[in-house]
């Protein structure tokens, strides 16, 4: 896990930024911006959540069923609907809190993951977080808002590594888990069986998924059996 050579993207400098959100939006603006467009030309809406009526809220919006049962005014909230959910997939076990000193592997993957959270979020892109170890952690399903992306951001920042790894049944479990075709990024170390690990990629394939993985190690890695 070297450093990219330009200068914005280097990890100390990333590092000193104090917040997730910060150290994505350099990645972005400074490197990743650009790479990927939305292939979408248009997009339609589709409810998100109820939120109590206020003041200068459009009549229309209030939903009279709900109101005809709690007696309270409440509006229907809505998010653009985009077509793709980005799931991004992170390994929090104990063997990504390496090395010791230093940026871990899961530091780098989960400043992977918070920019790729942030540009999918600039184009409009749905984006979920899975966070595993021996099984699936925490899974927040995707949306596009920005409420939704600060969400992600404080669940990374917050992201504590332990447990131990078993990515191939996890992957299995998750591929069962995601209904709608989406994009899957995987973010891991991959410290399991190599077979079975392609085994439970293969899955994501089969259920029409488009699937990007990212392989973080280190050099010190390389030489371990």
Do not use: C
């Not at 790729?116 to 977080?129: C, H, I, P, V």
């Amino acid at each position: 896990m070297r450093s990219s050579g330009i200068p914005l993207l280097r990890p100390e400098l990333i590092a000193r930024l104090k917040g997730i959100d910060f150290k994505a939006r350099l990645v972005v603006e400074g490197f990743l911006s650009g790479l990927h467009r939305s292939p979408y030309k248009g997009f339609s809406v589709e409810f998100a959540e109820y939120r109590q009526y206020m003041p200068g809220d459009e009549l229309k919006r209030i939903d009279w069923r709900v109101y005809g049962r709690t007696g309270r005014f409440f509006v229907r909230e809505y998010e653009e609907e985009t077509n793709l959910r980005a799931y991004l997939v992170l390994d929090a076990s104990a063997s990504m809190d390496y090395p010791a000193a230093g940026y871990t592997k899961l530091d780098y993957g989960r400043w992977l993951a918070a920019s790729l959270a942030l540009l999918l979020n600039r184009q409009k892109d749905s984006t979920g977080l899975v966070t595993f170890s021996a099984k699936i952690d925490r899974y927040i399903p995707p949306r596009a808002t920005g409420a939704h992306l600060r969400v992600l951001f404080r669940e990374l920042e917050n992201l504590k590594p332990g447990g131990e790894t078993d990515i191939s049944t996890t992957l299995h479990e998750l591929a069962e888990r995601i209904r709608r075709r989406g994009l899957v990024i995987l973010i891991s170390d991959l410290w399991d069986d190599a077979t079975a690990v392609v085994a439970a990629l293969r899955h994501f394939r089969a259920r029409k998924h488009e699937l990007l993985v990212f392989h973080l190690f280190h050099p010190d890695e390389a030489t371990l059996g």
